[in-house]
């Protein structure tokens, strides 16, 4: 199994960005899926999570109304929506599927929120 993340970038606050995790080697479309973020000198942390069929979401209340996960399971691919960034949201960014396991852990993306 492989989970390769892209799309973070420098962005000013209150900017946008689009995150992307390709999956392969594992059956995407039966699985739920996860977003994490690691800041330095923190513990990663869950961001959003969505179901096999993309039916239901959940996020965490730091980023409830700013990001939207969604999927594409005729490409494999999760994303985060990331909108009205602020600094805090600084973070590599990683994607699992859900509950995360150790061993689909990707080398993540790195997003930086600074003017």
């Known amino acids: 199994a492989q989970l390769v993340e892209s799309g973070g970038g420098l962005v000013q606050p209150g900017g946008s960005l689009r995150l992307s995790c390709a999956a392969s080697?594992?059956?995407?479309?039966?699985?739920?899926m996860s977003w994490h973020r690691q800041a330095p000198g923190k513990e990663r942390e869950s961001v959003a999570a969505i179901s096999s069929a993309g039916g239901l979401k959940n996020y965490a209340d730091s980023v409830k109304g700013r990001f939207t996960i969604s999927r594409d399971n005729a490409k494999d691919t999760v994303y985060l929506q990331m909108n009205s960034l602020k600094p805090e949201d600084t973070a590599v960014y990683y994607c699992?599927?859900?509950?995360?396991?150790?061993?689909?852990w990707g080398q993540g993306t790195q997003v930086t929120v600074s003017s």
């Open positions: 080697g594992f059956a995407f479309s039966r699985y739920a």
């Open positions: 699992n599927i859900n509950p995360p396991n150790r061993n689909y």
